[in-house]
């Protein structure tokens, strides 16, 4: 249980401590700051402690705000200040010095915990202070302040507060409208019964898995239930993370797994899809159009990601293609009609639902590759123009994890060394070209043949060469994008080319496993924590070596063969990176990452 110590004088008729207690904290009272020592030194070295005030006035959203996040080691609002166990050394230091320099008297003049903050600050530690809005949280110094200050309490809803500040700031125009007003309510509910934001999240995987076998079964009823069942799982994805909100339920789990089953979900409906369409009175085979579907928005998720991780901390940020973006978003109904246009997860799962209960698995494909496309290039053209008209300085850190999203293999990290020598200026164009001609050999030349696997070592020897520096230009975050592009687009061409049954499922259980390992690596340099190890990349055997095996394989075996092969290859990558992923995830030292960026 976590202790708060309530310093100072009891102020009469103070809901204080039972604030506290429904908080969940073991409240102790200390009359002065040597005593508050006394109680911090006996405090569980294992459990958060509080110092708050006696004369705190505020709202209790206000002291849960400040004192029960997780996500941060040190936290503070005026007259209350709490420290995770990583940060308890601090905060003994810092009430030790205000011992000494106060020497023990009674607090009645200003608040030992805003002094505490002041020496946190002063010690160079990273306090957290929550926006609180609306809310108050305040130590009055006399009777008239304290009346003042119960006023605006009741003035203000607390509960309506926290309801509002439990959905994202920045969300998609059919989040907004038509999801967030009722899902708020019931993340609510969830939180009043003691559910967690991972036993949502994973009710949101079931219905999502449930979905994909409805639209499985290939009939038009089945169908009809996966689009709601589908509307359904993404209400409950809104779910989770409002309930992480509304409770302050963050954790790292819960962080691994919000991040993934979006990705997890969607890519198997795409399957459920492309099964139902096979089995369905028409035998439609669409898997190449499921593939391909999977293969778009993994590309432009790789691009939003590296665009990003470019301009983290870049200096000089500006350009007058931002200026004019910022202004656009000055306008209301512009602001909408962008988020909209982008295809977010919500409109994007929208309407692959209503397409799928009213047409064809074939229809929603189309449409789905169309609307990603349109979405893709809009957005891929805006930061291509940003990036060519702003004067940003990229860091160290920048370069670095654009390089780890690069996710060079063996084949790559040895040519480096002699790449470096001739190294050209324009990565992003060295990786256009080799990933262009191994798609266009993959595609263009029948199967069984030779000339993929030219391209391929084109392929292996361009690599290098868009890593060999770091990658600081100005349009070096789409060498990442290239990459996945090049691997994706060819094991695509080569099952397509095969025309054999099973190949096209196989090469989707493949990207769907390679991409998983790339969606690992960025939320991984998202919470700090570098990229994946090693070891496991070089298992793997990154992107340019498992193109070369893919069209080494296309090029010897048969197309049954190259079947079999792509199968087992990818429960190899699978099973491997799953394992890791989990192993780390889990851990205790692993971040947790609560994205409140651009939706998905």
């Known amino acids: 249980m976590s202790t708060a110590i309530v310093t100072g004088q009891p102020v009469p008729g103070s809901s204080l401590e039972n604030d506290l207690r429904s908080l969940g904290f073991d409240v102790r009272v200390a009359a002065d700051a040597a005593e508050a020592e006394t109680l911090l030194a006996a405090a569980p070295a294992g459990d958060r402690v509080a110092l708050v005030d006696a004369r705190f006035v505020g709202h209790q959203h206000a002291l849960r705000l400040g004192l029960t996040d997780p996500r941060f080691p040190l936290c503070a609002i005026p007259g209350a200040v709490t420290a995770q166990p990583a940060a308890r050394q601090a905060m003994t230091r810092a009430v030790a010095q205000e011992t000494t320099a106060g020497g023990g008297t009674a607090l009645a003049v200003d608040s030992l915990a805003d002094r505490v903050v002041t020496a946190l600050d002063a010690d160079g530690g990273a306090v957290h202070r929550p926006e609180l809005g609306s809310l108050v949280a305040a130590v009055p110094a006399d009777p008239q302040a304290r009346n003042e200050a119960r006023q605006a309490v009741a003035a203000v809803d607390d509960e309506a507060v926290r309801l509002k500040s439990a959905v994202k700031s920045r969300d998609g125009f059919f989040t907004t409208f038509f999801i967030s007003p009722y899902s708020r309510y019931l993340a609510r509910w969830c939180a009043r019964r003691g559910l967690t934001p991972n036993q949502v999240t994973t009710a949101s995987l079931l219905t999502a898995l449930i979905a994909a076998g409805c639209a499985a079964t290939g009939t038009r009823g089945g169908f009809i239930a996966a689009g709601v069942l589908l509307i359904a799982s993404f209400v409950l994805d809104c779910t989770d993370g409002q309930l992480a909100r509304y409770a302050l339920k963050y954790s790292t789990l819960g962080a691994w797994l919000d991040a993934t089953f979006d990705r997890a979900k969607e890519y198997a409906y795409y399957a459920g899809l492309a099964l139902g369409a096979a089995r369905g009175g028409g035998h439609d085979d669409v898997w190449a159009l499921a593939l391909g579907a999977m293969v778009l928005q993994t590309c432009r998720h790789v691009v939003d990601f590296s665009f990003n991780e470019a301009n983290h901390d870049a200096a000089a940020n500006t350009s007058p293609t931002a200026a004019l973006s910022d202004k656009l978003d000055s306008v209301g109904w512009t602001v909408w009609l962008r988020r ?85 200026r324009a990565p992003a164009y060295t990786a256009l070209v080799g990933g262009a001609a191994v798609v266009l050999a993959a595609t263009l030349a029948p199967y069984g043949s030779w000339w993929p696997v030219l391209g391929a070592v084109f392929y292996v020897l361009q690599s290098p060469l868009a890593v060999a520096r770091p990658l600081k230009g100005a349009l070096d975050w789409l060498v990442p994008p290239f990459f996945r592009a090049a691997e994706y687009g060819t094991v695509l061409a080569l099952a397509g080319k095969a025309g054999v049954n099973g190949a096209l499922p196989a090469a989707f259980g493949l990207v769907a496993a390679v991409a998983y390992h790339h969606y690992d690596t960025v939320y991984r340099i998202r919470g700090n924590a570098g990229a994946p190890p090693a070891w496991l990349v070089r298992v793997i055997g990154g992107h340019e070596g498992r193109t070369l095996l893919v069209t080494v394989l296309a090029a010897v075996l048969t197309a049954s063969q190259f079947t079999v092969a792509l199968t087992v290859l990818a429960v190899a990558v699978a099973l491997v990176v799953l394992a890791e992923s989990i192993r780390f995830w889990v851990s205790a030292g692993a971040p947790a990452v609560h994205d409140e960026g651009e939706p998905a």
Not at 342 to 365: C, H, K, S
Not at 387 to 394: E, G, Q, W, Y
Not at 403 to 408: G, I, P
């Open 340 to 424: 909209m246009i982008v295809l977010p997860i919500g409109e994007r799962w929208a309407m692959i639902a209503v397409l799928t209960a009213a047409t064809t698995p074939r229809i929603t494909f189309y449409a789905l590759l169309i609307g990603c496309a349109f979405a893709a290039a809009y957005t891929t053209a805006g930061r291509v123009l940003r990036s060519l008209t702003r004067k940003a300085r990229r860091t160290d850190r920048a370069a670095r994890a654009l390089a780890d999203l690069a996710d060079s293999g063996p084949l790559a990290q040895g040519l480096t060394r002699i790449a470096r020598r001739v190294s050209l």
